[in-house]
Nanobody
């Protein structure tokens, strides 16, 4: 059973940075996509960024392009989301997700979430 555990959330001032980590276990991820999503209070969950584990190709939501970077460490089975120039509107619970490439765009596995709060 695939398990995802996020870490790295916290409170930061606007303009600051945070790095989220997503440790994956219980499977082999060469043919998976790893994604980050977020959900702010009263809003629907939204896509943030994704990476193909095999070739490292990435894509981003327009709202985070140029500020966030998704990456992965194959040896550690861990995906990262480096968040720079944070804004108060980035405040949300951030979720890591994994899905088999052939099942795109479905993500079958989700972490428990980590809170990111950006103060103005």
């Amino acid at each position: 059973q695939v398990q995802l555990v996020e870490s790295g959330g916290g409170l930061v001032q606007a303009g600051g940075s945070l790095r989220l980590s997503c440790a994956a276990s219980g499977g082999t991820f060469n043919n998976y996509r790893m994604g980050w999503f977020r959900q702010a209070p009263g809003k629907e969950r939204e896509f943030v960024a994704a990476i193909n584990w095999s070739d490292g190709s990435t894509r981003y939501a327009d709202s985070v392009k140029g500020r966030f970077t998704i990456s992965r460490d194959n040896a550690k089975n861990t995906a990262y989301l480096q968040m720079n120039s944070l804004k108060p509107e980035d405040t949300a619970v951030y979720y890591c997700a994994a899905g088999a490439t052939y099942q795109a765009p479905t993500y079958n596995y989700w972490g428990q979430g980590t809170q990111v709060t950006v103060s103005s």
